[in-house]
């Protein structure tokens, strides 16, 4: 395959100052991109501020030959969101792909959580993906072409211990990139999910020790950040015709996550069960061994009226 190429192409990565977001910016620019690096600057727990951190990773890459500028606006306002769409133009004119990446956490048990920890942490994750990506898909419309990439993460997915704001917030953006996907998919825009592990501080930081123990430096080497840009470069690219989907990477697996319906119990028609017979037929409607997924929450409906022998074509 011929190497993927972003020549002419503006990237936009948000906390693309540290972490992995460095990394999928360094490759864009590797490849072509002119790459605004935004970043504002935060503890991974949300405090604080500094602008030099965009600016370091935009210097990088304008070392290395490539083309940059650097934000350091918060993504967590709509002011700071327009800011960063704003900068993108001013500086370059033009806007194909948007990374979701800036994100916090906060590891504290459900029942501990305060108001303001939630708000926080929802504010940049969800508030942030919003205020970018509203005024960039605008700016796609009019161009015809554009790529979200959403950095999700497989606790929102799945679950993890004492993160329910941040888990709540990663899961927030599968929903936010499929309706993306769905109303970008007439105006060439494309949106999808990434839910990476990868070694930065996000992970360091849950590890209270000062000294790391071998076995868990040989996890930290297994999760090698730079095996998630791959990824993210690949369904940031125009030859990605992939849309509407969710990919996990971690430790060099690359693999789909996906909501589906499992065939679940399809009761008598004409008839209300009752509370009992759902009882009766529980280990059906839990079982997955058979299962489809939709490509909206219409399929759905479709699919079990068309059991149910509905016509909807009808309606
Ligand atoms: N590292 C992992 O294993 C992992 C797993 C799942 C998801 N993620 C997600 O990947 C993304 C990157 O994480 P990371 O591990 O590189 O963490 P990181 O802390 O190294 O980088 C995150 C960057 O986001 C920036 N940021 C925070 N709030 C911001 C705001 N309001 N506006 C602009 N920038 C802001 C920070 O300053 C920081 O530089 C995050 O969204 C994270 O939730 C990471």
């Known amino acids: ?60 890459i304008e070392a290395e030959g490539g083309i940059a500028a650097a934000s350091s606006d918060s993504v967590a306002s709509a002011e700071g969101g327009q800011a960063i769409i704003d900068e993108a133009l001013a500086r370059f004119g033009r806007i194909d792909i948007v990374i979701n990446n800036a994100g916090i956490i906060r590891f504290t048990p459900f029942d ?27 700016v796609m419309k009019g161009q015809g072409y554009g790529r979200f990439v959403f950095i999700s993460s497989t606790f929102g997915a799945f679950g993890q211990l004492g993160t329910a704001s941040y888990s709540t917030a990663k899961s927030a953006l599968l929903g936010l990139s499929n309706v ?10 494309q949106s999808n999910a990434v839910l990476p592990v990868g070694f930065s501080r996000m992970v360091t930081d849950q590890a209270a020790d000062a000294e790391v123990p071998p ?43 996906f909501a589906g319906y499992a065939d679940g119990w399809l009761s008598d028609a004409g008839t209300t069960p009752s509370a009992e017979d759902v009882a009766a037929r529980i280990a059906q409607i839990d079982a997955t061994d058979g299962f489809f997924v939709p490509n909206s929450s219409v399929d759905e409906t479709i699919a079990v009226c068309r059991q149910r022998g509905v016509d909807l074509s009808k309606m």
């Open 1 to 60: 395959m011929t190497r993927l190429r972003f020549d002419g192409q503006v990237a936009i990565v948000t906390g693309g100052g540290r972490g992995l977001g460095r990394l999928y910016a360094m490759e864009l620019a590797r490849r072509g991109a002119m790459v605004l690096v935004n970043d504002f600057g935060e503890s991974s727990q949300g405090e604080g501020s500094d602008a030099s951190v965009a600016d370091h990773v935009a210097a990088e």
């Open 112 to 138: 501990e959580i305060t108001g303001d920890e939630w708000r926080k942490t929802l504010s940049v994750h969800v508030d942030g993906s919003f205020h970018v990506s509203q005024p960039a898909f605008r």
């Open 180 to 189: 993306v996907a769905l109303e970008g998919a007439a105006h060439g825009i």
């Open 215 to 257: 076995g868990r430096q040989a996890f930290y080497d297994a999760i090698r950040p730079d095996l998630i840009a791959p990824l993210v470069v690949y369904l940031a690219s125009r030859e990605c015709n992939l849309t509407h989907r969710a990919i996990a990477a971690c430790a060099g697996r690359y693999s789909r996550v």
